[in-house]
């Protein structure tokens, strides 16, 4: 057998054991993952949408900003 052959039947092996962790991983965890601090995600939904008063233009020219 050429070191080439070896190499890649090595290295495929590998990727397949790799990916079965992944998905063994993914369908056997125990729960979601609380991020914390996040509370009820009530006043982030309202900061997220609410935009800012100047939003950049698809063109890349930033507004100017008024001083009070």
Same mark, same amino acid.
Request: aromatic content about 6%; hydrophobic content about 55%; charged content about 10%.
């Given at each position: 057998m050429?070191?080439?052959t070896?190499? +890649? *039947?090595s290295?495929?092996?590998? &990727?397949?054991? #790799? &990916?079965?962790?992944? /998905?063994?991983? /993914? +369908?056997? $965890? %125990?729960?979601? #993952?609380?991020?914390? =601090? !996040?509370?009820d =995600?009530?006043?982030? =939904? #309202?900061?997220?949408?609410? %935009? =800012? !008063? &100047? $939003?950049? %233009?698809?063109d890349g020219? #930033? &507004?100017? *900003?008024?001083e009070?």
């Amino acid at each position: 057998m050429k070191f080439e052959t070896l190499l +890649l *039947r090595s290295l495929f092996a590998a &990727c397949l054991l #790799v &990916c079965g962790w992944i /998905m063994a991983s /993914m +369908l056997f $965890m %125990p729960g979601p #993952v609380q991020l914390a =601090g !996040a509370g009820d =995600g009530a006043a982030l =939904g #309202v900061t997220l949408a609410v %935009p =800012g !008063a &100047c $939003m950049l %233009p698809p063109d890349g020219v #930033v &507004c100017p *900003r008024v001083e009070s």
